[in-house]
């Protein structure tokens, strides 16, 4: 059953596609600029509680496309965003462009963000390094015994077109080759894979808000990892990088460069590098609303928030500027924590009341009650929680971590412990010491 609340002359009708971590502060921020909200997908209010912090809610699907459309006519629509799922991006980029509204990414970005091979082939064309990749045709593709000959391992396997980190898989081995080309065309769209080089090093995010074709780096983070049945996942986004400056230095004009050549003009994106021996390897681009909440670790250290950017560009309301300085966080440390589940059935769980009064520590996903199961798929679904916290210092940082540790718990039906937790706190010490020391060499 769908709901309409009184709608009070407001003139701004801002359309979210599917519920996800971003969706709540989507409304939220819409409604602080006195904007109209609704959310739609085909889940009921239980599943899809977003729904009702919005003024309106429909029950329409966004590949009913047809019915999505006239239903934004008939209403007056005048902006739409898309949740961190990237189908929600393919219908809300079509109805912006169908309809005439604006829309953060063109056609020709989002062609590049769909596509990791591409994208990847764009990068080596206008200067980035990026990992080898082992180019196949159709026909090698579908039998790839052949391109095995020419293979260094390890090697990365991934679907082009593939989210939520689903389908991606190191590979040693012959074999092992050939079960991560099958699980990555599981996930896979178009039936397409690709084979690169996997470079062992330091993983780095870049988060850029560009405004106007001008590229803001809000945020250079450290992606820390933990095991996750049986393979690496990330589990902690720090930020600021050790490399910030060193990043600015060897990327920044470059980045400028690979952003014009793929008509990025707007929106939030999110750059993927490896760093080895001084070198920043790219491999893969997101370009919408993050799924882990960083921006409020933005909001926190930086003052703003390329969400609330995002939800202002959707409006068709002008962004405002930052100079590059806007982002340096001057000593604060922040970082965005998931704490992954083992799989099994929720009986106890604990911990989340206590931390709601904690300066720094806010539990932003809360995903699993008693009762409910979780499986061990490696997609975000097995993250029980997602956790932003913001510190003044390193020692401050490392005792935030140790207590969400401490605090939050989620037991099995048999007492076990189901949360996998990062626990090297001294992440925050190493990072602010080689910063320094990245900052007077720069």
Not at 144 to 165: H, L, Q
Not at 232 to 237: E, G, T, V
Not at 315 to 323: E, I, S
Not at 327 to 352: E, H, M, T
Request: hydrophobic share 35%; aromatic share 10%.
């Amino acid at each position: 059953m769908e709901n309409k609340k009184k709608m009070e002359n407001k003139k701004e009708k801002l359309l979210v596609l599917g519920s996800s971590i971003g969706t709540e502060y989507i409304i939220r921020y819409a409604r602080e600029l006195g904007a109209y909200t609704v959310v739609t997908d085909s889940f009921d209010t239980d599943k899809s509680p977003c729904k009702l912090l919005a003024d309106e809610y429909w029950m329409i699907d966004a590949q009913d496309y047809d019915v999505l459309e006239a239903r934004c006519v008939k209403e007056g629509i005048t902006g739409i965003m898309a949740a961190s799922s990237e189908f929600c991006g393919d219908a809300a980029l079509r109805l912006c462009t169908d309809l005439g509204l604006p829309h953060h990414a063109s056609e020709t970005s989002w062609f590049y963000a769909r596509n990791k091979a591409e994208f990847v082939a764009k990068c080596a064309e206008t200067g980035m390094e990026v990992p080898r990749e082992y180019i196949m045709s159709d026909e090698e593709a579908k039998a790839p015994e052949t391109v095995m000959d020419n293979v260094v391992f390890p090697v990365i396997v991934k679907p082009v077109d593939g989210s939520g980190s689903r389908g991606i898989n190191v590979c040693n081995n012959r074999e092992e080759l050939k079960n991560g080309i099958e699980k990555a065309l599981s996930f896979s769209e178009s039936g397409r894979y690709v084979i690169e080089e996997y470079i062992r090093g330091n993983d780095i995010a870049a988060l850029y808000y560009v405004n106007e074709g001008i590229p803001e780096l809000h945020m250079l983070a450290e992606l820390h990892f933990i095991e996750l049945n049986g393979k690496p996942k990330m589990s902690l986004i720090s930020g600021q990088s050790q490399l910030y400056y060193s990043y600015l230095e060897a990327c920044g004009e470059k980045v400028k460069h690979l952003f014009e050549a793929m008509d990025i003009r707007n929106g939030e994106v999110i750059l993927q590098y490896i760093h080895k021996d001084g070198h920043f390897y790219i491999y893969e681009m997101g370009h919408r609303i993050d799924g882990l909440g960083m921006w409020l670790s933005d909001k926190k250290v930086n003052g703003v928030s390329f969400l609330e950017q995002s939800v202002e560009s959707a409006l068709g309301r002008a962004v405002a500027h930052h100079d590059q300085s806007a982002f340096d966080q001057k000593g604060k440390c922040s970082a965005n924590y998931i704490l992954w589940a083992k799989p099994g059935k929720v009986c106890f769980k604990s911990g989340r009341e206590a931390l709601e009064n904690t300066e720094g520590i806010d539990v932003f996903e809360d995903r699993y009650r008693p009762g409910e199961s979780i499986i061990a798929d490696g997609s975000f679904m097995q993250g029980a929680y997602i956790v932003s916290i913001e510190a003044q210092s390193p020692d401050d940082m490392a005792e935030r971590i140790r207590l969400v540790n401490e605090k939050l718990k989620l037991t099995d039906e048999d007492g076990n412990d189901m949360l996998i937790r990062y626990e090297d706190p001294d992440f925050c010490q190493r990072t602010r010491s080689r910063m320094e020391q990245d900052r007077g060499g720069s």
